[in-house]
């Protein structure tokens, strides 16, 4: 087996700026919040015990990665227990496999925590991530949540 060529990284203050420099194409900005406003999102929802992490290749910052982590049930609001918040890759690394190598990544480190699926949600639309997720393998749960369709991977099955 290869080694993989994306490593999860913590954010600190030495990478910080260079992380929330990532950015998508233009086409796509509305389907996926920035890195900073990302964090600003973590730090105001709490209860949505988030985790994030910078997708690195090599010494490079290419993306960025947040769940909502085994978040305890029945609190308003949040989708969980473990729910991809957001995934986002910079435009100028898309289409070389680093998305799905840090999708994968996450699934390993989510199943290890004993999780026995993973959701998510994303914004219906012309170039947005849909294709991306089913081909990974998420299936629609027929939920709607704030516009956005609701998506679930069997971790037992994946």
Same mark, same amino acid.
């Given at each position: 087996?290869?080694?993989?060529?994306?490593?999860? =990284?913590?954010?600190? /203050?030495?990478?910080?700026?260079?992380?929330?420099?990532? %950015? =998508? /194409?233009?086409?796509?900005?509305?389907? =996926?919040?920035?890195?900073?406003?990302?964090?600003?999102?973590?730090?105001?929802?709490?209860?949505?015990?988030?985790?994030?992490?910078?997708?690195?290749?090599?010494?490079?910052?290419?993306?960025?990665?947040?769940?909502?982590?085994?978040?305890?049930? +029945? %609190?308003?609001?949040?989708?969980?227990?473990?729910?991809?918040?957001?995934?986002?890759?910079?435009?100028?690394?898309?289409?070389? +496999?680093?998305?799905?190598?840090?999708? /994968?990544? =996450?699934?390993?480190?989510?199943?290890?925590? +004993?999780?026995?699926?993973?959701?998510?949600?994303?914004?219906? +639309?012309?170039?947005?991530?849909?294709?991306?997720? %089913?081909?990974?393998?998420?299936?629609?749960?027929?939920?709607?949540?704030?516009?956005?369709?609701?998506?679930?991977?069997?971790?037992?099955?994946?």
């Amino acid at each position: 087996m290869t080694s993989p060529r994306v490593r999860l =990284v913590e954010i600190t /203050d030495e990478n910080r700026d260079a992380v929330c420099a990532l %950015r =998508v /194409d233009p086409a796509q900005e509305r389907f =996926v919040a920035s890195v900073a406003r990302s964090l600003e999102e973590a730090a105001s929802t709490p209860e949505g015990e988030p985790w994030y992490r910078a997708v690195y290749s090599a010494d490079e910052p290419v993306g960025f990665v947040m769940l909502s982590w085994n978040v305890p049930p +029945g %609190r308003p609001g949040i989708i969980g227990p473990y729910f991809l918040w957001r995934l986002l890759i910079d435009r100028h690394h898309q289409g070389r +496999g680093f998305g799905r190598e840090a999708l /994968d990544q =996450v699934v390993d480190l989510v199943r290890a925590d +004993g999780a026995t699926e993973l959701l998510t949600s994303h914004q219906p +639309g012309e170039g947005g991530p849909g294709p991306f997720y %089913r081909r990974f393998g998420f299936q629609p749960t027929g939920e709607i949540d704030n516009g956005e369709t609701v998506l679930r991977l069997d971790l037992s099955r994946h």
